[in-house]
């Protein structure tokens, strides 16, 4: 099976937040999501990522001089459906966020 795009992106951008909790919905078999987050640098960073109420895992972490993190988060296999995607930082932070899902991707080591 080839890998896929699920369902169109989701963009999403919040200022002043601790935490930002939104719907996205995966279908297909053999899913994998995707969540990036860039975060303004202000001492608060993302601490976690869940997707109906499991843990992402963070494969990639960027503090840049221009003031902003980046995350990368990914889930094998999520729930399909609709269910909420929840960001959580340490503090107040703006926080733009993009989620991506696939289909037809290997559940086992599905990341390089």
Same mark, same amino acid.
């Given at each position: 099976?080839?890998?896929a795009?699920?369902?169109?992106? &989701? ?7 601790s &935490?930002d ?6 279908s297909?078999?053999?899913?994998f !999501?995707?969540?990036?987050? !860039? &975060?303004?640098n ?14 992402? #895992? ?13 995350d990368?988060?990914? !889930? ?10 929840v960001?959580?930082?340490?503090? &107040? ?14 559940? #086992?080591n599905?990341?390089?």
């Amino acid at each position: 099976m080839a890998i896929a795009r699920d369902t169109k992106s &989701s963009v999403r951008v919040t200022g002043g937040v601790s &935490s930002d909790t939104f719907s996205y919905t995966c279908s297909g078999s053999d899913r994998f !999501l995707v969540v990036f987050c !860039l &975060s303004n640098n202000s001492g608060n960073p993302i601490t976690g990522v869940t997707y109906a109420g499991v843990a992402m #895992t963070r494969i990639a972490q960027i503090t840049a001089v221009d003031s902003f993190t980046k995350d990368v988060y990914v !889930l094998a296999n999520p729930a399909s459906g609709a269910n909420n995607v929840v960001i959580t930082a340490s503090g &107040s932070v703006a926080i733009v966020s993009a989620v991506m899902s696939y289909t037809g991707v290997r559940q #086992t080591n599905p990341t390089p």
